[in-house]
């Protein structure tokens, strides 16, 4: 009995210092916050990603400065978007995930369908290339297929081109092999963004199908 | 353990083909690679014969529109650059320039090719001989200008063996077994006769060759050795043997044997001449010719009631006979294209003419090639892209050629009638 006395009394003990602490973290005793809870001013923020990239460091300060426009005082808040988003506030603590969350996830909308249509355009400019660079046998039989993978360095030149599925027809399957060393290089690789090249473009896998 | 997973995941990537992008190229330019070729520097004798050589060795292939020689502009070189621009302009791909250095009897070519679009040269090559190898040496570099272009082996400098037929004034035959450059050039009797010569075939590695001749008054098959002369007929039996051909590996004739009453294919050993009976029919069976890999014959059959080409599997213990000819009632003389994606052969059309037809084993029709009235005995390249066959004008056989890319053409005529065209294998 003695020994469950002695618990109680530290959990009484370590109650008060954790509500004392949760207190003061949610504001009580700050008087000068503490009429402010709700978010009273609009928050420019920062998202950085744990792959920063130029490309989303230059995009994302647009969308909220519009909100921001009108205040004077903004605070610059910086989002993880890693496990658990941690915010960082200089000026309070206030609690605005749910606006983080929606903001976070248009963000990623806009930033997925802005890689996909840039994905798209860069995979024509390769179909485009190929394509004029490509001189097609005549006399050959129908409906022929003839697939390559193709290894492409950073600087757009083409480091290997392997027949993965050969066509059956040795002209077909060469004059697809020549178009590629034809091209060479894809002189508009320096322009694709280094995460994307490294994601989307640095094997690729074309097929000749004129049918 | 983080690092396993890493490789896991690398490993998985290639198998599933995760995060590959899949592009489709749909379209293609059917039109040749237009090329134009400044005449090579040097003798100009000897440039203007190398430099007709190898315009006539590219047109024929059906892969290039050479460049007008008058239309030709000066090659500007800035810093031992090309100006590229020039050439841009007229719509060129490619410019080939040369030279040719003859002397301490020797000659060498000396060529390179740029690539207008890439604005930089792709080849830079040199071959070499001596000044009576002119006609060699212009081959081989217009095979060296088709396979940068192309990326397919060239087959300016393989060769051709054929039948001359000659009638002197008492109307008199006399026949001649012709060994001769592909484009019909550079002509060398191997036998002269004046009993028929028939089927000329080449030896895989192009030093022998086997024929049919009628000089001891049946058909026999003799095999010839190109260098020496030296020639023997390869069966002592007392029967009529023609249309020989040879393995891809040299070491069998496939032949016609009458001895069983009727024309069977045989298949003999050259070893020992042990002779092996691959049909065994009523009707008439023959025209063997070996599929590239060599486990396969094909041969003209009268078994259905009219010639048809059928397909015999050697690596079967008793291999059953294929058809493979299903259109009109005249299908005969049929080879493999070279990776036996499809046959040559000649067909009898609707009109009743004969034409050379092409067949690819996926489809089920036939493309009928020539036009005119009486085409036989095709021949077939060996990188498959063109085919020589007989064709008859104003009453005299002569040779004829077409690419599959769309060349056709005629070999300069030799005297009196020419027939029965083959081609050797690749001679480098």
């Not at chain 1, 003990?13 to 949760?22: E, P, R, T, W």
């Not at chain 1, 207190?23 to 923020?45: A, E, R, V």
């Not at chain 1, 004029?132 to 005549?138: I, R």
């Not at chain 2, 009797?189 to 086997?210: F, H, M, N, Q, T």
Request: contains cysteine; neutral net charge.
């Amino acid at each position: 009995m003695i020994a469950n006395h002695r618990y109680l009394q530290a959990s009484l003990f370590s109650f008060c210092i954790h509500a004392a602490l949760f207190l003061y973290i949610y504001g009580t005793f700050d008087s000068n916050t503490s009429q402010k809870l709700l978010i009273s001013q609009p928050l420019q923020i920062e998202l950085r990603f744990d792959l920063p990239s130029p490309d989303i460091k230059k995009q994302t300060p647009t969308a909220p400065k519009a909100i921001a426009a009108p205040v004077e005082k903004t605070s610059q808040n910086i989002v993880y978007s890693k496990a658990t988003d941690v915010i960082q506030t200089k000026q309070n603590n206030a609690l605005i995930e749910s606006s983080i969350a929606n903001l976070l996830s248009e963000e990623s909308e806009i930033e997925a369908d802005r890689e996909n249509q840039e994905i798209s355009m860069y995979a024509q400019k390769i179909i485009t290339t190929i394509e004029n660079a490509w001189m097609k046998p005549k006399n050959i039989p129908k409906d022929l297929v003839a697939n390559l993978r193709l290894k492409i360095r950073s600087s757009g030149r083409i480091a290997g081109a392997e027949l993965i599925k050969s066509s059956g027809n040795i002209r077909f399957d060469n004059s697809a092999l020549q178009a590629v060393r034809r091209v060479e290089t894809f002189s508009f690789f320096n322009s694709i963004p280094k995460n994307l090249y490294d994601r989307e473009f640095q094997i690729i896998a074309i097929s000749f199908n004129p049918s | 353990m983080k690092k396993n997973l890493v490789l896991v995941a690398l490993l998985l990537v290639p198998v599933m083909g995760y995060g590959e992008l899949f592009l489709e190229i749909t379209k293609g330019s059917e039109d040749p690679y237009k090329v134009a070729m400044i005449p090579f520097e040097g003798n100009s004798k000897v440039s203007k014969q190398v430099n007709n050589i190898m315009r006539n060795d590219l047109i024929r292939t059906g892969e290039f529109s050479i460049l007008d020689e008058e239309l030709l502009l000066p090659v500007k070189m800035i810093d031992d650059e090309l100006v590229f621009s020039d050439w841009k302009l007229l719509g060129m791909d490619y410019l080939v320039t040369g030279k040719i250095v003859n002397e301490n009897n020797s000659l060498d070519i000396n060529y390179e090719i740029y690539d207008i679009h890439k604005k930089r040269k792709v080849r830079s090559s040199k071959v070499f001989g001596i000044p009576n190898q002119i006609r060699q040496l212009a081959h081989y570099t217009s095979d060296g200008i088709y396979e940068s272009i192309t990326g397919i082996k060239g087959i300016a400098a393989t060769r051709l063996l054929y039948v001359n037929e000659i009638k002197d004034s008492q109307l008199i035959s006399r026949y001649k077994l012709m060994l001769a450059d592909s484009d019909g050039a550079n002509e060398k009797i191997l036998l002269s006769s004046s009993e028929p010569i028939i089927s000329p075939s080449w030896s895989p590695d192009g030093k022998r060759v086997a024929y049919v001749s009628f000089e001891t008054g049946i058909a026999k098959v003799f095999i010839q050795e190109i260098a020496s002369g030296k020639r023997e007929a390869v069966l002592s039996k007392d029967t009529q043997i023609s249309s020989p051909s040879w393995s891809p590996d040299g070491k069998y004739l496939s032949l016609t044997l009458y001895q069983d009453g009727n024309a069977e294919i045989y298949i003999l050993r050259l070893r020992d001449r042990t002779l092996t009976r691959m049909t065994n029919q009523f009707a008439i069976d023959t025209e063997s010719s070996w599929s590239p890999r060599g486990n396969k014959i094909l041969f003209t059959s009268g078994r259905s009631g009219s010639p048809q080409i059928y397909e015999l599997d050697l690596r079967k213990l008793n291999p059953k006979a294929k058809r493979i000819s299903f259109e009109g009632t005249y299908n005969a003389k049929a080879s493999y294209l070279p990776n036996e994606e499809g046959i040559i052969f000649v067909h009898r059309s609707n009109d009743g003419l004969f034409h050379i037809a092409l067949k690819y084993k996926k489809e089920n029709f036939i493309r009928v090639l020539t036009e005119a009235k009486m085409d036989e005995s095709p021949s077939v390249a060996p990188n498959g892209n063109m085919v020589i066959y007989g064709i008859r004008e104003e009453n005299l056989s002569m040779l004829a050629g077409f690419s599959l890319s769309g060349a056709k053409f005629k070999l300069p005529a030799s005297n009196g009638e020419v027939r029965e065209p083959a081609w050797s294998n690749f001679l480098r």
